[in-house]
């Protein structure tokens, strides 16, 4: 069984554009049916974890394709590296 706590800190790969999109630092869980929605990760300008808040990554469970030791593979080809723009 995978517990909410085990995602955090693990690296998040886009397998769809081959991003590092970063490292987990919360997830979102919906309390009545007792599931995770998403995991959140800090986006690019966020500085130690306080600001920028709404340029985090929040990525859906349903595009997580694999949870490894290390790793989360997501596949959202729509999710594109924030600093290239």
Do not use: C, H
């Not at 999109?21 to 959140?40: L, W």
């Not at 966020?46 to 596949?75: E, M, N």
């Amino acid at each position: 069984m995978l517990r909410a706590g085990d995602l955090r800190q693990k690296e998040v790969i886009n397998i769809a554009t081959g991003m590092r999109v970063g490292f987990v630092s919360d997830v979102e869980i919906n309390f009545e049916d007792g599931y995770i929605e998403s995991i959140v990760v800090p986006g690019p300008s966020r500085f130690f974890f306080f600001f920028a808040k709404s340029d985090d990554y929040i990525i859906p469970w349903k595009d997580i394709i694999r949870v490894g030791d290390d790793i989360i593979l997501v596949d959202m080809p729509q999710l594109v590296n924030k600093t290239a723009r």
